[in-house]
């Protein structure tokens, strides 16, 4: 147990703290996909959060049409303002069409259309659905430092399971891509990105204005778009991170077309871009050695830590892993897939709402 802070307001779980929290002013935002209907921990965070008694459960869900009748009746099947937002829907593609939005479908783009809805309400939360340890006490937590007066929650974790040291992307990529990158120039955004314990949870909170602010990649950059956007609109002084306590997670397969290898490009392209729009132009030609040379000196105190602990750990594995990783430290590509900011675009949230229930009664009829 410690209480150390960080550049930026960390609270620490030292008591198993449920505070008090504007939940009745609180749209909670759960992205699911097909692989979710009705597993055992999307149902445990659907019951937790009949205790928590949000104002509205914002549920974006990417699925094909023939599954998407049983997913709805499915969620309404707990005691929650549950609204389905179809992401697949053709009424919504072409609504986003018809703005130059259209393009790729991933975890970002699904969290922006849910977000529109979400920020009609004072407060938004954003978590995930594959939580296998969800409590309701999340909610609560992740609140409570905007009921302060902060504009920006982060919620953060360890990720130990099965005897083992997990977060394998955040330890061997975002870490020592980010120390990199800040141990070569000063800049302030880089002391931010290396503020958080654990960048890339999935859970975060916000006022509804540093919400409609949010440029969401439309894939697994999400989580680092999100701070990169959170810096501008809330900074050091607005932003906290929370302890979660424990959180068990799905793991992925390093390879494969939704593994960490994927993931890392998509991070890396996402973090890289965000960095240079804040004034740092990294040397790309030396950036890949000098990003292993780091990563490979924090195995050495992840690979300490573990045998303390009496957990198990794969020394020559993890280094095979900074080895994939290492392909996505490139420089970004001209094509930037971020959405716009809410507060920018003339969609109106309400409107892709409309024809998502339009689509979602098509086709579960």
């Known amino acids: 147990m410690e209480y150390v802070q960080e550049r930026v307001t960390t609270l620490h ?143 953060y974790y360890a990720r130990v399971e099965d005897g083992r040291l997990y977060g394998r992307l955040f330890r061997l990529f975002y870490v020592p891509l980010v120390r990199t990158l800040a141990d070569a120039h000063a800049a302030p955004f880089l002391r931010y990105l290396d503020s958080f314990r654990y960048a890339l949870a999935g859970e975060f909170a916000a006022t509804s204005d540093v919400a409609r602010q949010i440029r969401a990649p439309r894939s697994w950059g999400l989580e680092v778009g999100t701070l990169g956007d959170a810096f501008d609109a809330a900074g050091f002084d607005g932003t906290a991170q929370v302890d979660l306590g424990a959180y068990e997670h799905d793991h992925r397969a390093v390879g494969g077309p939704t593994g960490l290898s994927d993931m890392s490009r998509s991070v890396g392209e996402t973090l890289l871009r965000c960095v240079a729009e804040r004034g740092v132009t990294p040397d790309f030609a030396t950036l890949p050695a000098r990003y292993r040379e780091t990563a490979r000196n924090l195995i050495d105190q992840y690979a300490a830590d573990a045998a303390l602990n009496g957990l198990q750990f794969d020394r020559d594995g993890e280094r095979e892993q900074v080895e994939v990783y290492a392909d996505a430290v490139r420089e970004p590509g001209p094509a930037d897939d971020r959405l716009p900011a809410w507060a920018e675009t003339e969609l109106d949230p309400d409107a892709v709402a409309e024809r998502a229930r339009a689509d979602l009664r098509e086709v579960a009829q």
């Open 13 to 155: 779980d030292l008591t198993g703290p449920v505070p008090d929290a504007p939940t009745d002013r609180t749209a909670v935002v759960v992205p699911m996909t097909e692989r979710e209907y009705a597993g055992l921990a999307a149902e445990r965070v659907l019951a937790e959060l009949e205790r928590v008694e949000p104002a509205r459960v914002v549920v974006p869900l990417r699925a094909p049409a023939e599954k998407v009748g049983r997913f709805r009746d499915w969620l309404t099947e707990f005691d929650l303002p549950i609204e389905v937002l179809w992401c697949d829907g053709p009424r919504v593609e072409e609504a986003l069409a018809e703005h130059g939005l259209d393009g790729s479908r991933g975890k970002g783009r699904d969290v922006w259309l849910a977000l529109g809805r979400a920020a009609a309400e004072k407060f938004v939360v954003v978590h995930d659905a594959d939580t296998k340890t969800y409590d309701r006490s999340y909610v609560a937590r992740l609140l409570f430092p905007l009921a302060q007066g902060y504009d920006f929650s982060k919620g």
